[in-house]
């Protein structure tokens, strides 16, 4: 049975991923039916406010799922919302079974719907790989426990560690492939802190270009105590208005991300340059490093390096990351940009 559990729970978190980044402040949640080894219905959460992946994957099923077994990659909700509880439609369908990854992340909510469902004679099961759908909605964890944004960190460099050559040159170091998959990031982020340098030198314009269309532009934010540049991208190509910030410390950092997630914001990506990442690193609020390293070497003591900021005094000072993972992005002929991801350890977490 554990053998067929992960394999539609696979095919349930593939599901929840069709709606990356269109889903916030809502999780991300795929589901399918299944009787006698088939699938007889599939769905996933579109968008908030429209039908959980449960109902849909059921109505899919329609008289089908009498007696199956329903695959849900979290915990189904179990009190009303912006739509009905999931739990009612589950009773009402008939299924007999239902195997759920991830648990609510809301304490007052966790475990509910295992009562509810058992008392009413179906069978539960949980945590069949809850480690990866735990991923899948780390941001939207975080972000229900702090009231928060939960905060990547995406830099790109050179093999030698540099992100621009001393007069701030720095386009482009990496491929077509690696920055599409910064697309991807930003299709999941509310909001995009880059510093005022960047915004000087390089002129970015911090939106989602793919896909060209896509309809929710995160909001554009400037870590700087100075006026932006009247001619910059951000205040003339008629997108979300920008606005400035410069935290600091650990405390101005976390008032901040506060500010930010009483506006919704539940994933905050920082996109450099290297004293807006050393910043945010020494106050201990980054959760996620995405690091694309490209095969190059730079050279030059004055280049400037992917991480700015003090020097340490000694080794001890280092941050730890964890969980780290490596994924190679083909770009060139032989050599290809290689994507680093880790957790860092220690992150602020007083609420």
Not at 95 to 103: E, L, T
Not at 170 to 188: C, E, M, N, Y
């Amino acid at each position: 049975m554990m053998v067929y559990d992960e394999l539609f729970m696979r095919i349930a978190l593939d599901l929840a991923q069709q709606a990356w980044g269109m889903t916030a402040p809502n999780p991300m949640v795929g589901a399918v039916v299944v009787r006698d080894g088939d699938i007889v219905g599939r769905g996933y959460h579109h968008r908030a406010g429209e039908p959980h992946a449960e109902p849909n994957a059921l109505d899919d099923a329609g008289e089908a799922a009498r007696g199956s077994t329903l695959y849900v990659t979290l915990e189904p909700c179990s009190t009303q919302g912006r739509t009905p509880p999931c739990t009612e439609r589950i009773l009402r369908s008939g299924i007999a079974r239902v195997v759920y990854a991830s648990q609510d992340a809301n304490p007052a909510h966790r475990g509910a719907a295992e009562g509810i469902l058992r008392a009413a004679g179906i069978e539960v099961a949980h945590g069949i790989l809850a480690r990866e759908c735990d991923r899948l909605n780390e941001d939207f964890f975080w972000y229900i426990t702090r009231k928060r944004p939960f905060v990547t960190l995406k830099m790109a460099a050179t093999l030698d560690g540099r992100i621009a050559t001393a007069s701030g040159a720095s386009q482009w170091i990496t491929g077509a492939k690696a920055r599409s998959d910064v697309q991807k990031l930003r299709r999941r982020a509310g909001a995009i802190l880059v510093g005022g340098t960047t915004v000087e030198l390089d002129n970015p314009s911090l939106t989602v270009r793919e896909p060209a269309d896509w309809p929710r532009q995160p909001q554009r934010l400037v870590w700087t105590s100075r006026p932006l540049p009247p001619t910059c991208k951000l205040c003339t190509d008629g997108g979300n208005a920008p606005r400035t910030a410069k935290p600091v410390s650990t405390e101005e950092w976390l008032a901040f991300l506060a500010r930010l997630g009483t506006e919704g914001v539940m994933n905050l990506l920082l996109e450099g340059g290297g004293e807006l990442a050393a910043a945010a690193l020494q106050a201990r609020i980054v959760n996620k490093i995405v690091f694309y390293y490209a095969p190059k070497i730079l050279c030059g003591r004055g280049s400037r390096p992917l991480v700015g900021g003090m020097d340490p005094s000694s080794l001890s000072e280092a941050l730890e990351v964890e969980d780290v993972e490596t994924e190679l992005f083909a770009e060139w002929e032989h050599s290809a940009t290689i994507k680093v991801t880790g957790y860092c350890k220690d992150v602020y977490r007083a609420d």
